[in-house]
């Protein structure tokens, strides 16, 4: 039942990504600057997380096809860690969509077209599957945990090598598009250092779920 449920969560997560990214390349730039042009909306976290989310979901789904889902115990590993870098992305742009931009610009506003899919559907159907997710080990280990910031280690430094080489320029056409270095670099970085925080404690607590749903012994 449970392999079942992984199943079908994965094809929705699938499906998600699909008409979310389809919705993406029609949108055009919102008041708030957290939505660009079609494509251009590639730069942002958000949707690079969600559509990371839909990669990996495929590429589960094809191991499954082709009854490799469990096959040897690397393959398991490698899905396992691709899986929870994944949620833990993806669970980050739910988090701060609903705690902290959402009460600013107001959820509605940020609920809106593709943002519906890319900041709540795919992300909260994504938390769920990991928390059913097979992982092919007696408990989770929670050094697996530090594997989740990668993601969002590697969108902040390529984010801040852009505003060296490029310069954080002008609104509308800013290339400092979430604001992390208005009140100076320092701040910006002291920002970024909390979202890794934030990114590692929310790897934290989907480990913590995982591990009660599937009734996992000790620690590994």
């Not at 398991?76 to 931009?101: C, E, N």
């Not at 890319?118 to 929670?142: C, N, Q, S, W, Y």
């Not at 390529?158 to 604001?179: K, M």
């Not at 270095?181 to 250092?193: D, E, K, S, T, Y």
Request: hydrophobic share 50%; aromatic share 12%; with cysteine.
């Amino acid at each position: 039942m449970r392999k079942k449920l992984v199943l079908i969560l994965n094809i929705i997560i699938i499906a998600l990504g699909v008409i979310g990214t389809i919705i993406m390349l029609q949108n055009r730039p919102s008041e708030t600057g957290l939505t660009a042009s079609g494509a251009e909306n590639l730069k942002y976290f958000t949707v690079l997380s969600n559509e990371f989310c839909g990669i990996v979901s495929i590429i589960w789904l094809v191991l499954y096809i082709c009854d490799r889902s469990q096959g040897t115990v690397k393959v398991r590993r490698w899905m396992t860690a691709l899986k929870f870098m994944a949620a833990t992305a993806v669970g980050l742009t739910f988090l701060v969509i609903a705690a902290f931009l959402g009460p600013i610009y107001g959820h509605a506003m940020l609920y809106k077209n593709s943002n519906l899919y890319f900041h709540l559907l795919l992300p909260v159907v994504a938390m769920i599957e990991f928390a059913f997710f097979d992982t092919g080990e007696r408990k989770l280990p929670f050094k697996n945990t530090f594997l989740t910031v990668i993601p969002t280690l590697v969108y902040g430094m390529a984010y801040l090598v852009n505003l060296l080489v490029n310069g954080v320029g002008e609104w509308p056409d800013t290339n400092d598009w979430y604001g992390f270095v208005n009140w100076g670099l320092p701040v910006g970085l002291g920002i970024f250092a909390g979202i890794i925080v934030a990114t590692w404690g929310i790897a934290c607590v989907l480990r913590l779920v995982n591990n009660k749903v599937s009734g996992a012994g000790k620690d590994i």
